[in-house]
């Protein structure tokens, strides 16, 4: 169905908008220190660059999943990778914010400041290498279903980034060392429930 993709996609894309990394911080220090405007285009970089991700990972799971036995072996490989990114975030140490930016950036520095951090991050990759994965078990769904699903995540993804550097002041005064760490650790049994729900559904699709 249609509202399942959409709600996967939904789920999900709360899910990676809760994690407390680079880009967190960089959307918070970037609202601070010179203004929403340039929060909201490095978020935008951060969309462009997890659609590039989404695109060359999703083609690239698609092709090998052609192979059954690729296909299968897709499916227990992204679901370990959740697993052990959840269990990276359970036993995440505490990292310091940013330092402060005091002198203006043009708008073109903001995207490429979101484009590079979100880019370069190992962790995202393998994170839309999961998601392809995982698409690929579902065998069910149409192309507009999967259209959907993505659109969904990224949209949802790049809402609360918004959100996020428009409540930046009020978010890094509520956003304490302990609250990081509860929610480092909310986050990663989250993560770790969608790698073995991947895994199991990988090993018996009937379910």
Same mark, same amino acid.
Request: glycine share 10%; net charge positive.
């Given at each position: 169905?249609?509202?399942?993709?959409?709600?996967?996609?939904? =789920? @999900?894309? @709360?899910?990676?908008?809760?994690?407390?990394?680079?880009?967190?911080?960089?959307?918070?220090?970037?609202?601070?220190?010179?203004?929403?405007?340039? +929060?909201?285009?490095?978020?935008?970089g951060?969309?462009?660059?997890?659609?590039v991700?989404?695109?060359?990972?999703y083609?690239?799971?698609?092709? *090998?999943?052609?192979?059954?036995?690729?296909? =299968?072996? *897709?499916?227990?490989?992204?679901?370990?990778?959740?697993?052990?990114?959840? *269990?990276?975030?359970?036993?995440?140490?505490?990292?310091?914010?940013?330092?402060?930016?005091?002198?203006?950036?043009?708008?073109?520095?903001?995207? *490429?400041?979101?484009f590079?951090? /979100?880019g370069? /991050?190992?962790f995202?990759f393998?994170?839309?290498?999961?998601?392809?994965?995982?698409v690929?078990?579902?065998?069910?769904?149409? +192309?507009?279903?999967?259209?959907?699903?993505?659109? &969904? %995540?990224?949209?949802?993804v790049?809402?609360?980034?918004?959100? =996020?550097?428009?409540? &930046?002041g009020? %978010?890094?005064h509520?956003v304490?060392?302990?609250?990081?760490?509860?929610l /480092?650790?909310?986050?990663? @049994? %989250?993560?770790? !429930?969608?790698?073995?729900?991947?895994?199991?559904?990988? !090993?018996n699709?009937?379910?």
């Open positions: 169905m249609i509202s399942e993709s959409v709600f996967e996609g939904i =789920k @999900l894309g @709360l899910l990676l908008s809760m994690m407390i990394g680079p880009v967190f911080f960089a959307l918070i220090t970037t609202s601070m220190d010179q203004g929403f405007k340039q +929060a909201a285009i490095l978020a935008f951060v969309l462009m660059s997890d659609l991700y989404v695109i060359s990972t083609f690239g799971v698609h092709f *090998l999943s052609q192979f059954p036995l690729i296909e =299968k072996s *897709l499916g227990y490989l992204g679901g370990m990778i959740l697993i052990g990114f959840g *269990l990276s975030y359970i036993r995440k140490k505490e990292a310091n914010a940013q330092e402060k930016e005091t002198n203006p950036i043009s708008s073109g520095k903001s995207f *490429l400041k979101g590079g951090i /979100n370069i /991050n190992p995202v393998l994170f839309w290498i999961s998601i392809a994965s995982m690929t078990v579902k065998e069910s769904w149409e +192309a507009s279903q999967i259209f959907l699903f993505y659109g &969904a %995540l990224l949209l949802t790049f809402g609360i980034d918004l959100t =996020k550097g428009f409540l &930046a009020q %978010l890094a509520l304490t060392p302990r609250v990081r760490k509860f /480092n650790i909310g986050v990663g @049994l %989250l993560i770790c !429930y969608f790698g073995i729900k991947m895994l199991w559904t990988t !090993y699709p009937s379910i």
